[in-house]
């Protein structure tokens, strides 16, 4: 298996603009995470899909952010509009009925 | 919710032990995870604990006491790649597979 992929690996917009990030997990998993890093904030995850339901997604910041799961071998992250202070890494990861959570590689979104 | 604190940064020398220390408050508990996280890259799984006592994987141990809600992890023999953020993790009770809360992460840094 390929591992978690993720797109784009870099995104440079500028504020008011949509982005979208990209996630295909595992194969057979059937739990996908969204988090994102910052320096300030450490790893924060921002919402947890099982079987491509949403379970919790308190840690969403506010709607400016929405997350999908369409199917079992794709997801996505949006924002919009998009705002400096979403500059981050999002990393997306997946795992199946045990206890390793595989992380992919992430997204380094800058917003100007 | 979930506090879980760990020292920021710690410095050792090459083929020595360090031991990084990990504490927390929980709602819920089920299982406590270290991970690896090399500058730029995605964190890797390294070790998990859900009943009390020390697991051993090579150069790498952890210890969990749930009572004390403490755990820590024991690097042996530390090479220079070992030098990177360590993140203990806490996975949530409510849901047997979900949701980590990730500390801030430990930098260690080896030295010659």
């Known amino acids: 298996d390929a591992g978690v992929i993720q797109s784009p690996r870099h995104e440079v917009t500028e504020m008011g603009q949509e982005v979208t990030l990209r996630c295909k997990p595992i194969s057979g998993h059937d739990y996908l995470f969204w988090y994102r890093q910052t320096m300030m904030r450490g790893l924060e995850l921002l919402i947890y899909f099982n079987n491509n339901v949403p379970i919790d997604d308190s840690g969403m910041p506010e709607d400016r952010f929405s997350a999908k799961m369409p199917n079992a071998s794709f997801s996505t992250l949006k924002i919009q509009p998009s705002e400096p202070r979403d500059s981050a890494v999002y990393f997306c990861a997946s795992n199946g009925r045990d206890n390793e959570q595989f992380f992919g590689p992430g997204t380094r979104l800058t917003v100007l | 919710g979930q506090n879980i604190d760990q020292p920021t940064e710690m410095t050792a020398t090459e083929g020595a032990i360090v031991q990084i220390n990990c504490t927390y408050q929980?709602?819920?508990?089920?299982?406590l995870f270290w991970y690896q996280q090399h500058a730029g890259e995605a964190p890797t799984f390294l070790s998990y604990n859900v009943l009390d006592g020390l697991e051993e994987k090579g150069r790498f141990s952890s210890f969990l006491s749930r009572s004390k809600g403490y755990s820590y992890l024991l690097l042996k023999e530390l090479q220079m790649k070992d030098s990177a953020s360590y993140l203990c993790a806490v996975r949530d009770g409510s849901d047997s597979w979900g949701k980590l809360q990730f500390g801030a992460g430990t930098q260690v840094v080896v030295t010659p």
């Open positions: 929980t709602s819920g508990f089920n299982g």
